[in-house]
């Protein structure tokens, strides 16, 4: 069977670099928001400071995970390593909410590592 291999055209691939770029820009602005937002909510003691760093943790990673899904859904290359520490915000903020002291985050990178290798073994299965 002959494997055909299909090009993208130089507008098409200037057009996704943008995209990339654009969204890449709102995840910063985002992430920005999200800092001052915490910080200020904790100055005016809206929040304590365990709730602001959990909003922190997990607000990071959230908005790791949606600029990934955001390049999946438009077919672009998604970022592995901004996966894998989008993971672990949210792991970190979960456990700083619940208060689990003896949590390590060895292991909860570990398990990441495992998770994104399993992901790449099942995803060129396909």
């Known amino acids: 069977m002959a494997k055909v291999e299909i090009v993208m055209d130089e507008r098409t691939q200037l057009a996704r670099n943008m995209?990339?770029?654009k969204l890449?820009?709102?995840?910063?602005?985002?992430?920005?928001?999200?800092l001052g937002g915490s910080w200020t909510l904790g100055s005016?003691?809206?929040?304590?400071?365990t709730r602001m760093w959990v909003l922190i943790?997990?607000?990071s990673g959230g908005i790791l995970l949606l600029l990934n899904l955001f390049r999946m859904a438009w077919k672009i290359e998604?970022?592995?390593f901004?996966?894998?520490?989008?993971?672990?915000?949210?792991?970190?903020?979960i456990v700083t909410y619940y208060n689990l002291s003896g949590f390590s985050i060895l292991a909860a990178v570990l398990l990441i590592i495992g998770i994104l290798?399993?992901?790449e073994v099942l995803r060129k299965g396909q």
């Open 19 to 21: 995209l990339n770029r």
């Open 24 to 34: 890449i820009k709102l995840s910063w602005a985002l992430f920005f928001i999200l």
């Open 44 to 49: 005016i003691n809206y929040i304590d400071s």
């Open 57 to 59: 943790y997990a607000g």
């Open 78 to 80: 998604i970022s592995r």
């Open 82 to 93: 901004s996966i894998g520490l989008g993971l672990l915000g949210l792991v970190f903020g």
């Open 117 to 119: 290798m399993l992901y």
